[in-house]
């Protein structure tokens, strides 16, 4: 029996600041695309259906008895609502005011955020904050197209009493709840339709909605709709009378279990939109079935934009657990490595127990074997794309690169398939290029693939490090994401070619040890001095002072040793509260630029000369700027700067007079 309840003043609430400013943007934005309240809506009951089976393997008197586990759509034009009613796992009031009026799960202040971004990049009214709505998980909202005002009436499974819930919102600020009566688990969403939204109570409307966008909801979507019949057991002349009939609108077959011959790339896409509450269609697709020791089915998307929480340490995982057509789970994190985070899809197997707990995924040998099958499909589906459809490749890669990337690091095992699919910034060509196409590049002699690792492309092409490569005409590949440096060390090699960073102080370039520049030894005499001066004045700021064979036209810069870490990742890892200590980093001098010349000559007529001490510094401070690095004592840098500045334009002024 339904709780009961009579004369309860209804509890007055207000919408979080953020859930106000997402209800404006949904009912002043998106007004011409309405008709996305009933996909999210039917998605939402879809979910809510799932989970109510999947406790019920385990909690048997959660379905209450005659519940059909279905979603309705009950049009009402006489009293102007549309209502749609699903038989799933329902919420408690608690439920009620934290899932539709707070943003604790709806995600609304990262929603507001990427429409606020959006909107300054130029984006169309309305346009691109449609396929937010999905993506943030605000897709109840959405009722708010069509509806001025909008009431839930929700049972708990499993609540006590069988007591029942109403939330009301006209969108103005603020909700009410109060206790309701329903008959069985469940939510009903009655929307109150504004005047230029009744079209949406015409049947043939709403199923032609319900076939576009919901028809491979795995669940029946009966539509109530009229019909004129005589009365069961009338006589054959006795007047026809209006009858209320339920009627099955989507086809309810599992898209997944349907034969690929049969199905358009409009099937897929419309089931991967439901499936992952996306607007946009998948960027591409693979569906497979593995038959021999397990028997399982999958489907698996990737998508065209990468969501707002894809670098969450917390992320869900997108593929869902099912086994023999039930719903199992949507959070499986064991069938799918963390590098693969950004896949959609469901896999379906036959060989897992229906009552599959999380402690038995963890020790499962077949989820191991269908975890290897994911990624072999998902790398062959990058394989593919990257060959058939390089522009997609490309829209990919920006969007995703930097997680698959990851997989270099933490999957030995995929290493060498992987090492065929990133791509990088190059000092050669304009765009993406591949190791493959690097090495088809490189000129004879070249025995190395050199990379430069840094925080941005415009700050690695500009380091004084690539000097000797450039002059050797060597390409150098940009590596400006978090994860290259652990990526690549993870690589290590390529096509036979070690992978070289040009930061490192043992730079190897071919030619040098067999041939050293004329002069050298006696360079390296003539500057021992000086060298020794620069490690004094330094001290420990660095861990020692060398001759630089890299560097063309750059009177110094800074390495680093065997061991240590870039500068701009020790500085990324400390903004993340990670204890790193500091490297201390090599300075090697261009012992052919004309200022280092001028030092030498300096500190062989006085080598205590204040000016030698100054010029030092700035030097190395100089050298911290060029690689990104703050200085300790930027107010007395400007000094010395303006200082030369001063002496500098002094000696100019009477040349200039003369």
């Known amino acids: 029996m339904a709780a009961t309840t009579e004369h309860v003043s209804p509890e007055q609430f207000q919408f979080q600041a953020e859930v106000n400013q997402v209800l404006g943007l949904v009912i002043n934005s998106l007004y011409s695309n309405k008709e996305i309240f009933l996909r999210e809506l039917i998605s939402n009951a879809s979910d809510a259906i799932d989970k109510l089976k999947y406790r019920a393997l385990t909690q048997h008197d959660l379905v209450t008895e005659g519940a059909p586990l279905e979603i309705r759509i009950l049009p009402d034009a006489e009293a102007g609502t549309l209502t749609l009613e699903d038989f799933g ?30 909107a300054g990049a130029g984006a169309g009214e309305g346009g691109d904050a449609l396929g937010l709505i999905g993506q943030f998980g605000v897709g109840f909202y959405s009722a708010y197209l069509v509806a001025d005002r909008v009431e839930v009436v929700s049972r708990a499974a499993g609540a006590e009493g069988g007591q029942a819930y109403r939330w009301s919102s006209d969108a103005k600020g603020g909700f009410t709840v109060t206790p309701a009566e329903r008959e069985h688990q469940g939510t009903s969403i009655v929307l109150h339709l504004k005047d230029d939204a009744k079209d949406f109570l015409d049947a043939w409307k709403l199923k032609d909605l319900v076939r576009r966008y919901s028809d491979y909801v795995s669940h029946p979507i009966k539509l109530q709709e009229e019909r004129w ?44 939109k439901h499936l992952g509450h996306d607007w946009e269609a998948p960027l591409a697709w693979t569906h497979f079935k593995v038959e021999g ?55 379906d197997s036959d060989d897992l127990p229906l009552n599959v707990s999380r402690e038995l995924l963890q020790d499962s040998t077949v989820l191991r074997s269908i975890r290897k099958q994911i990624v072999k499909k998902a790398l062959d589906l990058l394989d593919e794309l990257a060959k058939d ?43 993406l290029t591949s190791l493959a196409e690097y090495v088809e590049r490189m000129p004879e002699g070249q025995d190395a693939i050199y990379y430069i690792v840094g925080g941005s492309e415009k700050a690695v092409a500009a380091s004084p490090h690539l000097e000797a490569l450039r002059s050797k005409g060597y390409e150098v590949l940009y590596m400006t994401d978090p994860i290259d440096e652990w990526a690549v060390e993870g690589l290590s090699t390529f096509d036979d070619k070690r992978l070289v960073s040009a930061l490192k102080a043992d730079l190897p370039l071919e030619g040098q040890d067999e041939a050293k520049d004329e002069g050298e030894d006696q360079r390296k005499d003539e500057l021992a ?5 620069f490690e004094q004045v330094l001290g420990e700021q660095v861990a020692k002072v060398q001759l630089s064979k890299r560097l063309t036209s750059s009177p110094t810069c800074l390495v680093v040793p065997e061991g240590g870490l870039p500068a701009h990742l020790e500085r990324m890892l400390r903004m993340n509260q990670q204890d790193v200590p500091a490297t201390k980093r090599i300075l090697e001098l261009n012992p052919k630029h004309p200022l280092v010349e001028s030092l030498r000559k300096l500190h062989a007529d006085d080598a205590d000369a204040p000016q030698l001490t100054e010029w030092i510094e700035v030097l190395y401070d100089q050298s911290l700027l060029a690689e990104g690095s703050p200085i300790d004592d930027p107010a007395r840098f400007a000094q010395r700067v303006t200082k030369l500045l001063e002496e500098a334009a002094a000696l100019a002024v009477p040349k200039a007079e003369a």
């Open 89 to 118: 796992v329902g919420m408690t009031r608690d439920e009620l005011i934290e899932n539709l009026g707070t943003i604790a799960h709806s995600g609304t202040r990262r929603f507001l955020e990427a429409a606020r971004e959006q």
């Open 229 to 272: 019949e005589r009365p069961e057991g009338a006589a054959e002349d006795a007047e026809a009378e209006k009858q209320l009939v339920l009627e099955q609108a989507n086809r309810g077959k599992a898209l997944w279990q349907r034969p690929k011959g049969e199905l358009k790339d409009e099937d897929y896409q419309e089931f991967y």
């Open 293 to 347: 020791v397990q028997l399982f089915t999958g489907v698996l998307f990737l998508p065209r934009k990468a969501p707002f929480d894809l670098y969450d340490p917390n992320k869900r995982r997108g593929v869902r657990l099912y086994v023999k057509r039930v719903f199992i789970m949507d959070d499986c994190e064991e069938l799918v490595p963390q590098w693969l985070r950004f896949l959609r899809g469901l896999i």
């Open 389 to 431: 459809r390089p522009d997609d490749y490309r829209l990919f890669w920006e969007q995703f690169g930097p997680v698959l990337k990851e997989g270099l690091h933490f999957a030995p095992e995929s290493r060498d398939r992987l090492a065929k699919l990133v791509r990088f910034r190059s000092s050669k060509v304009d765009g």
């Open 529 to 533: 001095g000086l060298l020794a001066k």
